[in-house]
């Protein structure tokens, strides 16, 4: 068996046609007779030809690929949204790089440098932030970037966010018309927009009700961190009534402490509500009362600001948030007429 590559010449050869013909068959979006790719498809099959895209993307200028940067899987709400945003990309003839980051700036500088190299044709950051200076550097390449699911206080980087601010304010009317009085909250990361602004929603929203938090710490996003917050918050005498938890993936963790650890009744004792509406809160497990991250929206927003860079040469910086709903299920008492944003 020969392990020379199969060349576009030899493909033109045994399908009569030329060799820009069997180019314009492989380049998406080539005006092309059907059956001209008919001929060329079925001489590339039978020779075992596939085009070479690195080489191709040399002449193009165009890689057809984009960088994505993440931080970390272990929320539930990644993997979904990732497999969204590739769906979503591959549908316009796009594919993704994955690189795997700590959550630090040196780290992150590091490896989005790296992912520079790859001739990138844009950048998608999942709550992920980025230096000043790489941002110049990726505004000096020419390489739009899109932060999903994180701001930043930069005029050159396109951000997609569910708005965080809202829902957090939404939460804090949802608990305090439950009639609950002792509120708490274990908060996103201090670090990340997402976890500072739920934070400052649902602060305004108890003020606006007449009430403030009983206890707050930071998360970290962590379900260990999480765990351990509400072994202390809830170990007191004069323990909370309700509590929201800056993310589902450690709400979970929270419920589980309460329930298993505590014997505490949830939501007799104690009101849960999350945020993100990952799968996993919908089960009978959980039944987590949770503010919903309008995830297919927040996809398409983000594919279709990087894309407008990318194909339409947009220069239009886009700052864009997206309101979602409160998903009521069984973890939190419901208010006596309370309207069901699902429906």
């Known amino acids: 068996m020969s392990s020379e590559k199969v060349t576009s010449i030899e493909v033109a050869k045994k399908a009569g046609v030329s060799q820009s013909a069997v180019s314009r068959v492989f380049t998406p979006g080539a005006s092309v007779s059907p059956k001209m790719a008919e001929k060329v498809l079925k001489a590339a099959e039978e020779l075992g030809y596939r085009p070479n895209v690195l080489a191709r993307s040399l002449i193009t200028g165009r890689s057809r690929i984009i960088g994505l940067v993440v931080a970390y899987l272990e929320n539930q709400f990644y993997p979904d949204a990732l497999e969204k945003l590739s769906n979503a990309l ?5 594919h993704i790089l994955v690189f795997m980051v700590s959550n630090d700036e040196d780290n992150i500088d590091k490896v989005m440098g ?140 929270v419920m589980d402490v309460l329930r298993f650890e505590l014997k505490l009744s949830v939501p007799g004792d104690v009101s849960v509500v999350g945020y993100d ?28 600001t990087l894309l407008g860079w990318i194909e339409e040469g947009s220069q239009d910086v886009q700052k864009i948030k997206i309101d979602g709903p409160l998903m009521i299920r069984g973890s939190a008492r419901i208010p006596e007429g309370w309207p069901d944003e699902r429906l």
Not at 90 to 94: M, R, V
Not at 135 to 161: I, K, S, Y
Not at 171 to 180: C, D, N, S, V
Not at 286 to 304: F, G, H, I, K, W
């Open 90 to 94: 591959q549908a316009h003839g796009y």
């Open 114 to 253: 790296e992912l520079l190299d790859y001739q990138v044709d844009g950048i998608i950051t999942a709550s992920v932030g980025m230096s000043n200076a790489l941002a110049a550097r990726c505004a000096a390449a020419g390489v739009p970037v899109v932060l999903f699911n994180r701001g930043q206080d930069d005029e050159r980087l396109n951000q997609v966010t569910s708005d965080n601010f809202e829902g957090g304010r939404k939460i804090a009317e949802f608990l305090a018309a439950g009639g609950h009085k002792r509120i708490a909250h274990v908060a996103g990361w201090s670090g990340s927009s997402t976890g500072r602004d739920r934070e400052a929603g649902f602060r305004a929203g108890l003020k606006e009700a007449g009430l403030d938090l009983v206890a707050c710490t930071d998360g970290m996003y962590k379900r260990e961190t999480a765990a351990a917050a509400a072994r202390e918050m809830f170990s007191v005498k004069d323990r909370p009534d309700a509590v929201f938890v800056g993310n589902d993936h450690m709400a979970f963790a």
């Open 277 to 304: 509406d990952v799968p996993l809160a919908a089960w009978p497990s959980y039944d987590l009362t949770t503010l919903r991250q309008p995830s297919n929206r927040m996809v398409e927003a983000t594919v279709s």
